[in-house]
């Protein structure tokens, strides 16, 4: 297979990537020569490889005494830096000056700007005000906010005084909320007044008058002034008492100070989709974190202080919590909030345009959606600035990618990433040195001890199987709050395989080196014992132009299980017996017979995860007459009528 885009050399000589090898070369003493090399290495010599990915990146942080990894053979149990202190908020807070470090952009035409200079100072004015309020070590602070400014203000303040922020989007339903922040008994809540989405104003304070008094740890809550300048605290109700406007919270001019702690201290707190039962609490250290995100940022992304990043993102989606790690780097970071194609398929593309956006971070339902819409972005916008474009969230099919090289950019590093909530980061990622191919995630995370595991745990290539890291990484998760055993932490990562971690994605290795991703292995289909990923099914039906998008689930059915098809149509189309065959034939012609759907069945909706996720397991139990547990994790809940007593999967 020939690559579909290879980096020409000066960006290779520039790259930082390179750097970090020469740099280690000199201080190693060592002879590395590829990625293949340095790969290597980091999984021979973890401990030094992390200590010198912090060095690279000018980590600020009292290391201590080494060793700088201890019991690494655990998993879970091993510890990074065990004598190190750090804050997090002091790393992301390195620069002070007047170059920017937020751009805002919102749906309906707003801009703003916030300065590395002013972001220490409102920091430094909000701690005082969360101090005054009693937040410190290992308390929580929690955020219902839109993609703001405030909201990464908050985050930081929150963690320069070693407290623990967690977040979610404000799209979350009144249930989800207390879901999530009822679990971890937050001190202080900072919600906005509302927030936008299509160009309309949508309101916040009206469920959080619900929430707060279900949440007796909240003893002060703090309004965003987003849709108002000056909210209207008395529609919190009875909490208004306890409410102030962000505007007057704080002590302005106050210093800003850091807390050095233990280097895996909590920092955040995220939350599984929580489809198929209570949402998982994880709770992430601020040592594993920040030095995960340095390397992906510095070393796989090749972020510089003059670039502008952006990420497509809810403060729901661990991206939001990568992507707020750029301020590390001395980059400026660009914030969006609303709909990504509002007022048309083209809004994203022009800020990339307009902002002169140098990363470009999306899901790969975003860049399907654009191929099906009108919108060519190369021909209707300048995108000469744009060296990179990230996509996660699914598997980015192999159409998607000519699709970028052909109506994007065509000299673009197009690097499909793969991670989760449960690392807040990435276990492949993009690579600067590399070329891309087709379909492919272009390399293994450095550090990362990334194999495929076939049902037996034998490492494979070539072949689908699971994947797994077989040696501990830094931001592997603290635990799970409210587990002080560590059992459920234990059962959702290390009961498949033994002191193996084990992610719950179906992949291959490439003879590359490269990984495909063919989906969630616990949304494997199952027909007749052969395991099938669902990201197959949908690389050849989403492909199809009558076809909008596609959902595949497995239905119990008479001993076995067969495969059923879901499809949204694009407009002006309809599902009769041509297309099915259309779909039918497309399908045997590019997978085995084992793929072809027994079912094929037209919905108007299909649900997702308000990250955007198409939610497989959720429709599985709905065509079982199992229960949802927890629809407030779906950003369109009311799409799992489509699916319930459908006569055509009686026969």
């Known amino acids: 297979m020939q690559p579909i885009w290879t980096p020409s050399p000066d960006r290779i000589a520039d790259?930082?990537?390179?750097?970090?090898?020469?740099?280690?070369?000199?201080?190693?003493?060592?002879?590395?020569?590829?990625?293949?090399?340095?790969?290597?290495?980091?999984?021979?010599?973890p401990g030094e490889f992390w200590f010198e990915v912090a060095h690279?990146?000018?980590?600020?942080?009292?290391?201590?005494?080494?060793?700088?990894?201890?019991?690494?053979d655990r998993m879970p149990g091993a510890r990074f830096f065990p004598n190190a202190r750090l804050n997090f908020a002091e790393n992301l807070l390195r620069f002070r000056e007047p170059t920017p470090a937020i751009i805002f952009r919102n749906d309906r035409g707003t801009r703003r700007e916030v300065s590395y200079l002013e972001l220490h100072e409102e920091v430094a004015r909000v701690a005082a005000g969360l101090a005054a309020e009693g937040v410190g070590v290992g308390d929580r602070v929690a955020g219902y906010l839109p993609n703001l400014p405030e909201t990464i203000i908050a985050m930081l303040a929150t963690t320069s005084l070693g407290a623990i922020w967690s977040s979610c989007s404000p799209d979350f339903g009144t249930?989800?909320?207390?879901?999530?922040?009822?679990?971890?008994?937050?001190?202080?809540?900072?919600?906005?007044d509302g927030y936008c989405y299509g160009g309309k104003s949508l309101d916040s304070l009206a469920p959080m008058s619900e929430v707060i008094p279900q949440i007796p740890s909240i003893q002060r809550v703090i309004v965003v002034g987003y849709l108002n300048a000056e909210p209207d605290l008395q529609r919190l109700g009875?909490?208004?008492?306890?409410?102030?406007?962000w505007s007057s919270f704080g002590v302005r001019g106050a210093p800003l100070e850091f807390t050095r702690l233990p280097f895996n201290h909590p920092v955040y707190i995220l939350y599984s989709s929580g489809t198929t039962g209570a949402p998982k609490c994880i709770v992430h250290g601020a040592g594993g974190t920040l030095l995960q995100h340095q390397k992906e940022h510095?070393?796989?992304?090749?972020?510089?202080?003059?670039?502008?990043?952006?990420?497509?993102?809810?403060?729901?989606?661990?991206?939001?919590?990568?992507?707020a790690s750029v301020l590390a780097t001395g980059a400026t970071i660009v914030l969006y909030e609303g709909s990504p194609f509002h007022p048309d398929p083209g809004a994203l593309w022009r800020m990339a345009a307009q902002e002169k956006i140098n990363i470009f971070g999306t899901s790969a339902k975003f860049i399907a959606a654009t191929e099906k819409s009108a919108f060519d972005p190369a021909s209707?916008?300048?995108?000469?600035?744009?060296?990179?474009?990230?996509?996660?969230?699914?598997?980015?099919?192999?159409?998607?990618?000519?699709?970028?090289?052909?109506?994007?950019?065509?000299?673009?590093?197009?690097?499909?990433?793969?991670?989760?909530?449960?690392?807040?980061?990435?276990?492949?990622?993009?690579?600067?040195?590399?070329?891309?191919?087709?379909?492919?995630?272009?390399?293994?995370?450095?550090?990362?001890?990334?194999?495929?595991?076939?049902e037996q745990g034998h490492p494979i290539r070539g072949e689908r199987g699971e994947l797994v890291c077989t040696a501990p990484f830094p931001s592997m998760p603290v635990g799970?709050?409210?587990?002080?055993?560590?059992r459920k932490y234990h059962a959702a990562y290390f009961e498949r395989f033994p002191n193996v971690w084990h992610h719950g994605d179906y992949a291959t290795l490439t003879e590359h080196d490269g990984l495909i991703i063919h989906g969630r292995s616990d949304a494997v289909l199952n027909p007749g014992g052969v395991r099938i990923g669902t990201a197959e099914i949908y690389a050849v039906v989403e492909s199809l132009e009558e076809i909008m998008e596609a959902l595949a689930v497995g239905q119990d059915w008479r001993g076995d299980v067969r495969v059923i098809l879901f499809v949204r149509l694009k407009p002006g189309f309809e599902l009769d017996e041509a297309l099915k065959k259309k779909v039918r034939d497309a399908i045997r012609a590019a997978t085995t017979p084992r793929h072809v759907p027994a079912k094929i069945i037209a919905v108007p909706d299909i649900p997702r995860t308000l990250s955007g996720k198409v939610t497989e397991l959720a429709v599985r139990n709905v065509i079982h007459g199992l229960p949802v547990k927890n629809v407030d994790a779906l950003a369109n809940p009311q799409a799992l009528d489509h699916f319930r007593n459908l006569a055509e999967l009686d026969s």
């Open 15 to 45: 790259a930082n990537l390179t750097r970090f090898i020469a740099c280690l070369n000199a201080r190693k003493g060592l002879n590395l020569a590829s990625y293949a090399d340095l790969y290597a290495w980091s999984l021979a010599e």
């Open 298 to 323: 510095l070393l796989h992304t090749d972020i510089r202080r003059t670039d502008r990043v952006f990420y497509f993102t809810t403060c729901g989606w661990m991206m939001w919590n990568w992507l």
């Open 480 to 486: 799970f709050w409210n587990d002080p055993d560590g």
């Open 175 to 192: 249930r989800g909320v207390l879901d999530r922040f009822g679990q971890i008994a937050p001190k202080v809540l900072i919600t906005a």
């Open 238 to 245: 009875n909490t208004a008492r306890i409410a102030t406007r």
């Open 380 to 454: 209707a916008v300048d995108l000469g600035s744009l060296r990179t474009i990230l996509s996660t969230g699914s598997p980015l099919l192999p159409e998607s990618f000519d699709y970028v090289y052909q109506h994007v950019k065509g000299d673009v590093q197009l690097a499909s990433i793969s991670g989760g909530t449960d690392i807040v980061s990435c276990f492949a990622l993009g690579n600067p040195l590399l070329p891309v191919y087709r379909g492919e995630l272009q390399s293994r995370g450095l550090g990362m001890r990334v194999e495929i595991y076939d």
């Open 56 to 72: 690279f990146a000018g980590v600020r942080a009292d290391w201590g005494e080494g060793p700088w990894l201890v019991d690494a």
